[in-house]
Protein backbone atom coordinates (compact mmCIF):
# COMPACT_ATOMS: atom_id res chain seq x y z
CA UNK A 1 0.00 0.00 0.00
CA UNK A 2 0.79 3.51 -0.43
CA UNK A 3 3.39 5.52 1.96
CA UNK A 4 2.66 8.60 3.81
CA UNK A 5 2.79 11.11 0.89
CA UNK A 6 4.19 14.82 1.49
CA UNK A 7 3.77 17.86 -1.33
CA UNK A 8 5.74 19.00 -1.95
CA UNK A 9 8.90 17.94 -1.55
CA UNK A 10 11.14 21.14 -1.73
CA UNK A 11 9.78 24.37 -1.94
CA UNK A 12 11.45 28.30 -1.75
CA UNK A 13 9.86 30.81 -0.50
CA UNK A 14 10.63 34.64 0.72
CA UNK A 15 10.39 36.39 4.05
CA UNK A 16 6.92 37.63 4.90
CA UNK A 17 5.17 34.99 2.58
CA UNK A 18 3.26 32.29 3.58
CA UNK A 19 3.18 28.74 2.67
CA UNK A 20 1.13 25.04 2.68
CA UNK A 21 2.18 21.88 2.92
CA UNK A 22 0.37 18.59 2.40
CA UNK A 23 0.52 15.15 3.99
CA UNK A 24 -1.56 12.15 2.63
CA UNK A 25 -1.22 9.25 5.02
CA UNK A 26 -1.64 5.59 4.76
CA UNK A 27 -4.88 4.47 3.87
CA UNK A 28 -7.33 3.83 6.91
CA UNK A 29 -4.96 5.95 9.21
CA UNK A 30 -6.05 8.64 11.14
CA UNK A 31 -4.15 10.58 12.54
CA UNK A 32 -1.07 12.87 11.54
CA UNK A 33 1.19 14.23 13.47
CA UNK A 34 3.71 16.86 12.17
CA UNK A 35 7.42 17.46 12.83
CA UNK A 36 10.09 20.59 12.34
CA UNK A 37 13.48 19.07 11.64
CA UNK A 38 16.13 21.92 11.81
CA UNK A 39 20.40 21.25 12.53
CA UNK A 40 19.89 23.64 15.67
CA UNK A 41 17.30 22.18 17.13
CA UNK A 42 16.30 18.72 15.89
CA UNK A 43 13.58 17.11 15.42
CA UNK A 44 10.91 19.00 17.22
CA UNK A 45 6.65 18.43 17.56
CA UNK A 46 4.43 20.79 16.06
CA UNK A 47 0.92 19.28 16.27
CA UNK A 48 -0.95 16.55 15.89
CA UNK A 49 -4.63 15.70 14.31
CA UNK A 50 -6.77 12.98 14.64
CA UNK A 51 -10.41 13.09 13.06
CA UNK A 52 -10.28 16.35 12.19
CA UNK A 53 -9.72 17.86 15.40
CA UNK A 54 -5.90 18.81 16.76
CA UNK A 55 -5.65 16.75 19.80
CA UNK A 56 -2.01 17.90 20.98
CA UNK A 57 0.32 20.95 19.99
CA UNK A 58 4.10 21.21 20.49
CA UNK A 59 5.61 24.96 21.36
CA UNK A 60 5.32 26.97 18.37
CA UNK A 61 3.84 30.38 17.59
CA UNK A 62 0.47 31.24 16.49
CA UNK A 63 2.03 31.93 12.75
CA UNK A 64 2.10 27.93 12.50
CA UNK A 65 -1.26 26.15 11.99
CA UNK A 66 -2.61 23.05 10.43
CA UNK A 67 -6.25 21.22 9.57
CA UNK A 68 -7.02 18.04 8.82
CA UNK A 69 -10.31 16.84 6.66
CA UNK A 70 -12.55 14.27 6.60
CA UNK A 71 -10.33 12.40 4.38
CA UNK A 72 -7.13 12.37 7.10
CA UNK A 73 -5.32 14.26 4.77
CA UNK A 74 -3.68 17.21 6.94
CA UNK A 75 -2.18 20.71 5.53
CA UNK A 76 0.28 22.61 7.89
CA UNK A 77 0.68 26.49 7.10
CA UNK A 78 3.26 28.92 7.82
CA UNK A 79 2.34 32.93 7.80
CA UNK A 80 4.70 35.63 7.80
CA UNK A 81 7.89 33.52 7.35
CA UNK A 82 11.19 33.98 8.72
CA UNK A 83 14.54 32.70 7.72
CA UNK A 84 14.85 30.56 11.12
CA UNK A 85 11.85 28.53 9.39
CA UNK A 86 13.48 27.41 7.02
CA UNK A 87 13.66 23.24 7.96
CA UNK A 88 12.74 19.88 6.88
CA UNK A 89 9.15 18.98 7.29
CA UNK A 90 7.79 16.12 8.61
CA UNK A 91 4.39 14.40 9.15
CA UNK A 92 3.79 10.87 9.95
CA UNK A 93 0.34 8.93 10.54
CA UNK A 94 -0.87 6.21 12.57
CA UNK A 95 -4.09 4.35 12.78
CA UNK A 96 -4.56 5.93 16.48
CA UNK A 97 -4.91 3.43 18.80
CA UNK A 98 -3.04 3.21 21.68
CA UNK A 99 0.62 1.82 21.16
CA UNK A 100 0.35 1.74 17.82
CA UNK A 101 3.60 2.31 14.79
CA UNK A 102 3.90 5.80 13.08
CA UNK A 103 5.05 5.83 9.92
CA UNK A 104 6.79 8.78 8.44
CA UNK A 105 6.74 10.85 5.17
CA UNK A 106 10.20 11.96 3.41
CA UNK A 107 9.36 15.32 4.19
CA UNK A 108 8.77 18.75 2.55
CA UNK A 109 11.92 20.74 2.58
CA UNK A 110 11.24 24.76 3.23
CA UNK A 111 13.89 26.95 2.39
CA UNK A 112 12.89 30.94 3.41
CA UNK A 113 15.30 33.39 1.70
CA UNK B 1 8.73 17.31 30.38
CA UNK B 2 10.58 14.22 29.11
CA UNK B 3 14.06 14.34 27.00
CA UNK B 4 16.40 12.20 25.43
CA UNK B 5 19.77 12.84 25.10
CA UNK B 6 22.09 10.69 22.32
CA UNK B 7 25.78 11.92 23.62
CA UNK B 8 27.16 10.55 20.58
CA UNK B 9 27.12 12.83 17.90
CA UNK B 10 29.49 10.61 14.98
CA UNK B 11 29.99 6.85 15.03
CA UNK B 12 31.91 4.88 12.66
CA UNK B 13 31.78 0.88 12.17
CA UNK B 14 33.69 -1.16 9.52
CA UNK B 15 31.45 -3.17 7.66
CA UNK B 16 30.10 -6.69 9.43
CA UNK B 17 31.30 -5.30 12.82
CA UNK B 18 29.27 -4.84 15.62
CA UNK B 19 28.22 -1.07 17.22
CA UNK B 20 26.51 0.10 20.01
CA UNK B 21 24.42 3.68 19.74
CA UNK B 22 23.72 4.96 22.92
CA UNK B 23 20.73 6.77 24.24
CA UNK B 24 19.56 7.99 27.98
CA UNK B 25 16.00 9.78 28.79
CA UNK B 26 14.46 10.89 31.10
CA UNK B 27 10.64 10.84 32.22
CA UNK B 28 8.43 10.07 35.85
CA UNK B 29 6.33 8.06 33.29
CA UNK B 30 5.68 4.55 34.41
CA UNK B 31 4.65 2.98 30.94
CA UNK B 32 6.05 4.43 27.92
CA UNK B 33 7.53 3.38 24.48
CA UNK B 34 10.99 3.93 23.54
CA UNK B 35 11.95 3.30 19.48
CA UNK B 36 15.23 3.35 17.33
CA UNK B 37 14.71 5.51 14.00
CA UNK B 38 16.82 5.39 10.75
CA UNK B 39 16.91 8.68 9.00
CA UNK B 40 19.14 8.08 5.76
CA UNK B 41 19.69 10.94 3.04
CA UNK B 42 15.93 10.01 1.95
CA UNK B 43 14.88 11.64 4.51
CA UNK B 44 12.19 9.23 5.49
CA UNK B 45 12.18 8.50 8.66
CA UNK B 46 12.18 4.37 8.82
CA UNK B 47 11.54 2.67 12.49
CA UNK B 48 14.42 0.11 13.16
CA UNK B 49 13.09 -1.02 16.13
CA UNK B 50 10.37 -0.70 19.40
CA UNK B 51 10.22 -1.39 23.15
CA UNK B 52 7.42 -1.00 25.52
CA UNK B 53 8.39 -0.21 28.77
CA UNK B 54 6.48 -2.81 30.59
CA UNK B 55 8.78 -5.74 28.40
CA UNK B 56 11.50 -6.39 30.60
CA UNK B 57 12.65 -8.70 27.50
CA UNK B 58 14.60 -6.50 25.44
CA UNK B 59 13.57 -6.29 21.43
CA UNK B 60 15.53 -7.84 18.53
CA UNK B 61 14.88 -7.20 14.99
CA UNK B 62 17.58 -9.24 12.76
CA UNK B 63 21.03 -7.14 13.09
CA UNK B 64 19.24 -4.80 15.53
CA UNK B 65 18.58 -4.85 19.41
CA UNK B 66 18.77 -3.02 22.25
CA UNK B 67 19.50 -3.03 25.62
CA UNK B 68 16.85 -1.49 27.64
CA UNK B 69 17.88 -0.53 31.54
CA UNK B 70 14.60 1.06 32.49
CA UNK B 71 15.62 2.11 35.97
CA UNK B 72 19.15 3.33 34.70
CA UNK B 73 16.94 5.15 31.52
CA UNK B 74 19.06 3.61 28.98
CA UNK B 75 18.16 2.18 26.10
CA UNK B 76 21.37 1.45 23.35
CA UNK B 77 20.94 0.20 19.91
CA UNK B 78 23.44 -2.40 18.86
CA UNK B 79 23.69 -3.15 14.98
CA UNK B 80 25.21 -6.51 14.09
CA UNK B 81 27.37 -7.54 11.13
CA UNK B 82 27.29 -4.07 9.78
CA UNK B 83 26.32 -3.28 6.60
CA UNK B 84 27.01 -0.26 3.93
CA UNK B 85 23.03 0.12 3.60
CA UNK B 86 23.09 1.04 7.44
CA UNK B 87 24.78 4.45 7.28
CA UNK B 88 22.69 6.83 8.07
CA UNK B 89 21.50 9.42 10.62
CA UNK B 90 19.84 7.57 13.89
CA UNK B 91 17.62 8.87 16.38
CA UNK B 92 16.38 7.70 19.73
CA UNK B 93 12.56 8.63 20.76
CA UNK B 94 10.31 8.55 23.83
CA UNK B 95 6.67 8.33 23.15
CA UNK B 96 4.17 8.46 26.37
CA UNK B 97 1.48 5.75 26.59
CA UNK B 98 -1.46 8.41 26.48
CA UNK B 99 -3.44 8.32 23.65
CA UNK B 100 -2.20 11.66 21.33
CA UNK B 101 1.31 11.50 23.12
CA UNK B 102 4.24 12.93 20.81
CA UNK B 103 7.43 11.56 19.67
CA UNK B 104 10.28 13.24 22.09
CA UNK B 105 13.59 12.77 19.57
CA UNK B 106 17.10 12.61 20.57
CA UNK B 107 19.29 14.35 18.96
CA UNK B 108 20.35 11.52 16.35
CA UNK B 109 23.88 9.77 16.17
CA UNK B 110 25.52 9.94 12.56
CA UNK B 111 26.68 6.31 11.49
CA UNK B 112 29.36 5.52 8.55
CA UNK B 113 30.11 2.33 7.58
CA UNK B 114 33.63 2.05 6.39
CA UNK B 115 34.18 -0.86 3.31
Known amino acids: KAGVTQTPRYLIKTRGQQVTLSCSPI?????VSWYQQTPGQGLQFLFE???????NKGNFPGRFSGRQFSNSRSEMNVSTLELGDSALYLC????????????FGSGTRLTVV | AQTVTQSQPEMSVQEAETVTLSCTYD???????LFWYKQPPSRQMILVIR??????QNATENRFSVNFQKAAKSFSLKISDSQLGDAAMYFC????????????FGPGTRLSVLP
Open chain 2, 51 to 56: QEAYKQ
Open chain 1, 27 to 31: SGHRS
Open chain 2, 93 to 104: AYRGDNYGQNFV
Open chain 1, 49 to 55: YFSETQR
Open chain 1, 92 to 103: ASSLARQGDNYT
Open chain 2, 27 to 33: TSESDYY
